[in-house]
């Protein structure tokens, strides 16, 4: 297939704009406005009975889990509602009674597509039938199941490598399609398994294992309700963990006080009005936050040095400010991480944080005589060049109060991905677990390869530099979830063949490979049937517990087949009936890789009864503190650097985050009610200060440019939105500032893009 291309497609779409309104910031999340909004959205989508029949079922026991974010449920969830606005929204745009016909595509060129904006994109609804690109067009056009796994299978044999092939995955996939996926890759020869997680949690894994020694967070929700203490640092949970503020609010009613770190004021940390009681509706909701730290972006490492450095002078005066038995027992490094907090002036790290003094202080009186803290965190933490040492840092001051392996205490990354986390336990990694591969090798018979795979960062590179020439998605959306959307527009064009299994249109579908191919499958609230018996699979939520979802609904087209099965049948179209694995088998029976990965995925046992209502948790050491597995047997301290961004004169650190409207790159609607933007996404939050000491007006519209390693990198058109952010930070929404984000700078050690510290200026139009 070496017919070149040159599809005219564009990467970044339209960059027109709408009416934009803008209105004052709302301070409370959720109650009434939050249910009407998120009832509107799904009632336009799916039809009021079906919307309503379906809210009721999600994330109860026999029903599906939440396709959103991986927030747990409760060990008895509300028998009326256990959902949120978001979770509604994320419902809706997946069962939406829209569809693609295959005579969409011959009216549609890929060239037509690919300069409507993502919204519009998303907005024509799901794909039905299995639709191929040939060489040299620009049309979609139908083909058969059959005929695509053969495609794929024929490409496959055709690589002088297995190495050539990536095959990434998006955090909604069942464990059991995550785990098929995987064992495909290693049985063709290749590590090369990017997930989402390396753009999103990786940070947090890598921190988390080096100083306690499991990549996962050690709370369970229960830890949260009796909690003295839970710090929110770097998380908007009133957008993106609605549920989580029900949490929140029964840690407040039990007497906790909680704490956010956060450029940002967010409204759901401000106020909350559960839409589960009568005052959710009718009162003034429960205030959230006791204080807030609105920390510079980027400076949570001076934060908590000067916050740990305040601790240790009151614990020299009363020696019980820190939890010295625990220390001495269980950890490594205490000594030198007092001795390096000498080494800072309080007075510079005050100053790098931008946070007064006396809210640091009553941060400092709060902790020093509570031990039931927990650190819940997300994307502000782990998407910097300095994310791992940002979380170990966070994990310093647990350690120092004994705040680990305790009931209410501990470590709470809050996953994206509703299966993010399940994906990554059955084996969606790029790296080496040797004793993992040791159970393949005995479980499964065939030898897994030993040489470390690519990761996103890693594929965007492989895929440009012309290493790569199949690129398959188990979901997701890469071009525009990735860095540097021209880079990755470019290597993934590279390509020979892309493959898309996905359940709605997005870029990634436009700019492809120059064979692609769009393999349109089931989702999470859509029964899944076989011989007409209804399937189930498992998925791990934040907290480490495994449960199964079975969904309800109809499924969009009977032309579509669910991931489990296309993964079973690529298989089976590549090794045929002779190969240890029975693709053809595994792909009808789910209990088949159930007992598959109860044999490889550490930790997993008796999943087919154990996922049953409540499910079961996975082990997790720290939960028995047991740090055997880490140097001396102990948890680890460690030493952190300050951050250095050396801004020139004219430029500004901003943060591409996510607004009301949107989940990762599908954008819902076009509002950001918290934040009082209507009707548009082209905008750019910035300081009143700093917009008049360089002559800006409201709605004034500007470009914003990167320039990293000498090249200058442009978003154009976007209005600037005055806002309550620290002087010096601006704040853009994902994806459209990705073409801002350099490929090849990234976190340390996890290689998470710095999509939330990007050097950038503003160049007025
Ligand atoms: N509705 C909805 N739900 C979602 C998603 C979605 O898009 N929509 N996405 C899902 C996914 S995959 C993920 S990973 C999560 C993401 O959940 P979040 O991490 O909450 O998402 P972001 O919008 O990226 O918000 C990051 C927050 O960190 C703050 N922040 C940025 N930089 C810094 C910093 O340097 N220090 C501190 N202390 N704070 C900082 C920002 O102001 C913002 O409030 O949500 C999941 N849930
Ligand atoms: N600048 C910047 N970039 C970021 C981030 C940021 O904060 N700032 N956040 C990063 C983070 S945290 C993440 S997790 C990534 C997200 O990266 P991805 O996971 O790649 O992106 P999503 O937008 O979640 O993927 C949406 C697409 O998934 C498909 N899909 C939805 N449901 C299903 C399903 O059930 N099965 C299948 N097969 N397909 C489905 C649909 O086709 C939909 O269009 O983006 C990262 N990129
Ligand atoms: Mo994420």
Redesign the pocket.
Known sequence: MDNKTERNVSFRGSEEFLDIEIKEPVTHAAGYLGVREALKHTFKEMGVLRSMRTLLSMNQKDGFDC?SCAWPDPEHPSPVAEYCENGAKALGD?ATREQISSGFFQKNSVEDLSRLTDYEL?KFGR?IEPMVLKPGSVHYEPVSWQAAFDLIASELKKLDNPDEAIF?T????SNEAAFLYGMFARALGTNNLPD??N???ESSGVALGETLGIGKGSTTLEDLYEAEVILIAGQNPGTNHPRMLSALEKCKQNGGKVISINPLEESGLVNFKNPQHLNGWIGGGEDMADIHLPVNINQDIPLVKLILKKLVVLDQQSKDVFDHAFIEKYTDGYDALINDLKNYDSEDLLKQTGVSEERINETVVLLANKSKIIVCWA?GLT?HKNGVENIREYINLLLLKGAIGKPNAGTCPVR??SN?QGDRSVGIQHFIDKEMNERIKKHLGFTPPDQEGVDVVGSMKAMYEGNAKIFM??????L????DTEYTAKGIQNCDLTV???????RTHLITGKTALILP?I??SEKDIKDGKARHFTVENSMGRVKRSKGILKPAADTIMS?PEIIANIGHAYFGDDHPMKWKTLGEDYDLIRTQIDQVAKGFSKTKERSKGAGYYLPNNVRELDFSMLPNGKAQFSINRLPHHDLEKDEYMMM???SHDQ????IYGLDDRYRGVYNARRVIFMNINDMKAIGLNKLDVVDITSTYDDKVRTAHNFKVVPYNIPSGNLASY??E??VL?PYNHFAERSKT?I??SIKVRLVKK
Do not use: D, W
């Open positions: 396709p997946e998303n794909l990434y998006s955090g909604r996939s989402c997680s753009m999103c949690h994307m998407q994206g991905h993010v998605c188990l979901g997701g959306n890469f525009m979830a990735a860095s898309q299994i996905s359940t709605k249109l997005n499958t989702g999470r991931e591409t985050i996510r989940f990762n790159t599908t994902f994806p500032t990705n984000v893009p999509s939330k």
